[in-house]
């Protein structure tokens, strides 16, 4: 198999193993193959030296989180979250890659039909709603409790905004009461703020990129260039989001794209740089996640810290913002892995509570991480926006 990957990234790993220990699944499994380093090897071995694509290959491909912690500790600065980007690409085209029918078939669905029209998610939520008031979803699956009047929360806009929030695809479903704070905390700063256009801007690709999607991902990269011409600030409250389109003067190489990407702002970020809003002294402990693509790819996790003292007791873990195994859609693809990976997590965040079994409020700036930690008992996860705005005076 040819892979094309960039001969630079991949030569420049010298092997010395300082990210090790940053990475997740070397960390629960203790196998070189689930390490950076050794996913390294297996690349080079395949684009240079022709070793099969074989099952093994494949697992130890799948089974990155794709988290970059690798990258923050890598002194060499491999972009690995590239390289993996890539190889994912490259395997789509790989028969012996192949995943089952049902499971390409989901994919398509997902990927290709779903997250790009909003509508149709909004619509299919209900069903998830339904079957959540039915019992019928265990909440082992992570996914948030939907309200009726969550689903139909309007978000309105001010005119002649200076800031646009994104709301993206699964979170303006799922997730709008976390838009709604996001707005009113930008409100409170003096700001005139707008949600992203609904129909226009969707998803951002984040995801497809993740699975090596790369040509879904830079169609939806462009809609969401297109969708918000103009100077404001374009503001995301999901890490993960965020980060892709910090990344969009890369993916689609072009002046456009790269101013689009210089406007955009973590929620945090935006909020410290604008200046933040009174709030009062809640005297509530609060334990941070950062999450990887905010603290290992936007390198923004201070503000997060910054923005929640004003108002709450915060710590943090002792864990080099080990990832917390959420990873897109990792936690449902690998399971066993993501659970392990949770677990130590989860020990980091009690041991900073300095509270083994009470329930632990947690503060986190991504969707994905916000939910695979929620399903977890005794953990309280809310984004950041939403304890501000509870804050606000
Ligand atoms: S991206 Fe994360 S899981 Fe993948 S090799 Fe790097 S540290 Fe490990
Ligand atoms: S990826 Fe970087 S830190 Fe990891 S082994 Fe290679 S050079 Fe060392």
């Not at 090897?41 to 089974?63: K, L, S, T």
């Not at 339904?130 to 409790?145: A, K, N, S, V």
């Not at 108002?311 to 080990?322: E, F, H, K």
């Not at 079994?357 to 984004?383: D, F, I, K, Q, W």
């Amino acid at each position: 198999m040819t892979m094309h990957l960039d001969d630079d990234a991949l030569v420049a790993c010298v092997s010395c193993g300082l990210c090790l220990p940053h990475c997740p699944t070397y960390r629960v499994t203790g196998l070189e193959i689930a390490s950076p380093r050794g996913r390294i090897n297996a690349m080079r071995a395949v684009q240079y030296d022709g070793a099969p694509v074989d099952e093994a290959f494949v697992g130890a491909m799948e089974e990155c989180v794709q988290c970059r912690g690798c990258e923050a500790a890598c002194p060499s600065g491999v972009q690995f979250g590239h390289l993996m980007e890539e190889t994912r690409t490259s395997l789509r085209d790989e028969p012996a890659a192949r995943p089952s029918t049902p499971r390409r078939l989901a994919e398509w669905l997902g990927y290709g039909i779903v997250l790009p029209n909003r509508g149709l998610l909004r619509f299919l939520t209900w069903f998830l709603w339904l079957g959540q008031r039915l019992r019928l979803i265990p909440r082992r699956f992570g996914l948030p409790t939907l309200r009726a009047r969550d689903l139909t929360l309007r978000l309105t806009g001010d005119a002649d905004a200076e800031a646009i929030l994104f709301t993206g695809c699964v979170m303006d479903a799922w997730q709008r009461p976390v838009h709604r704070s996001a707005l009113a905390v930008m409100r409170a700063t003096g700001a005139r703020v707008a949600p992203s256009p609904s129909t226009r801007a969707t998803c951002c690709g984040a995801l497809h990129t993740h699975a090596g999607r790369l040509d879904e991902a830079r169609a939806l990269a462009r809609r969401a260039v297109a969708s918000m011409p103009g100077t404001e600030a374009v503001v995301v409250d999901s890490a993960g989001c965020g980060a892709a389109m910090k990344d969009y003067g890369r993916l689609l190489g072009t002046p456009a794209a790269e101013a689009f990407s210089a406007r955009v702002r973590d929620f945090s970020e935006w909020v410290v740089e604008h200046g933040a809003p009174e709030v009062r002294a809640t005297g509530k402990p609060v334990v941070i996640q950062d999450p990887c693509h905010l603290r290992h790819v936007q390198h923004a996790e201070q503000p997060v810290h910054r923005l929640l003292a004003t108002a709450y007791d915060v710590s943090t873990t002792a864990d080099d913002g080990l990832c917390c195994g959420a990873g897109g859609a990792y936690a449902v693809l690998q399971p066993d892995l993501a659970g392990q990976i949770r677990d130590r997590k989860v020990d980091a965040i009690r041991t900073a509570a300095g509270a083994p079994t009470a329930t632990v409020l947690v503060a986190s700036g991504n969707p994905g991480c916000a939910m695979h930690l929620g399903a977890v008992a005794g953990l309280e996860v809310r984004h950041p926006a939403e304890l501000i705005e509870e804050a606000l005076q």
